[in-house]
């Protein structure tokens, strides 16, 4: 019984032969380095296994372009604001007519022009601005990235609508300017986040070990399905069930709904061997 116990342990909890720094990650218990090779799948079977060729890059993709495009419900909202912002400056310049002319809404009428504008030209896709849009991003680099557009356009714009004569009107408008504003300052760090988590995962091998150990809530060197899902999602990758089943089952080579570091780290070079010259063609792509 005790030499049955031995076999299974070993089997469970094997590490390949491959050369890993063992002071960084070391399970609980000890770990036999010849089992891990007798469980390894022929090449065939392990590339039906493999996540489809360009997963992980269009996964980098959509987050790359979520901080800079930015979703489609963003990038509505910002034109809703932008329209507000015209709204807002024909609203003053209206009340000019019964009211007192005054420097200070003459700025906040230039700044919601000028916002308004930069809204309409950044976050539409038309041909006819086109040429307007890559000069401004050439003078200006940080509205590039959702990030900075919410905060220097949208929050910045949103605050002006304040220094209005107290009206209902200026206070909506400046309110939603500043709620999108602060929308796509969130949305963007997030997919910032995911974006240094993915690219760290694949240049870095302590990264993958953190992430690994991270998930490994018992600390035996072993991770179950369900921890599984967590180490892809703290890698910075959202799969689908069927894809999670299909790259768990591949990992799994003996079939005992276990995997262990070693693995995993094979599988995930594998699967992402063409990542890094895609990440450089995106982000030029981007850039021009």
Known sequence: RIQSRC????THHSSSDMSFDSEIYRPNHGTDPSAA???VVSPSTKKQHLLPPGRITKIY????ILTTKGSTPVRILALLSGVGLFASSAFV????????????????VVISIVGGLFSFILESDLSCSSGVKENILHNMPSLRYV?????????????????VVPSIAHINIGLFANLVGCYMVHNARVAERQLAHLKQSISDEKAIISAFQKNDANGDGILEQFEFEGLMHT?????DADELDIAFEGIDANGDKKIVFDEFRV??????????????????????
């Open 61 to 64: 993709s959509n987050q790359y």
């Open 93 to 108: 310049v209206h009340n000019w007519i019964v009211h007192e002319f005054s420097l200070v809404e003459l700025l906040v």
């Open 235 to 239: 890698l910075g990758v959202e799969l």
């Open 267 to 288: 599988w995930w070079r594998e699967s992402t061997a063409e990542f890094g010259e895609a990440v450089a063609a995106i982000e030029s792509a981007e850039m021009v």
């Open 7 to 10: 076999i299974a342990t070993a």
């Open 147 to 163: 990030k900075g557009r919410g905060a220097y356009i949208y929050l910045t714009c949103g605050l002006f609508q304040y220094f």
């Open 37 to 39: 090779a007798t469980a």
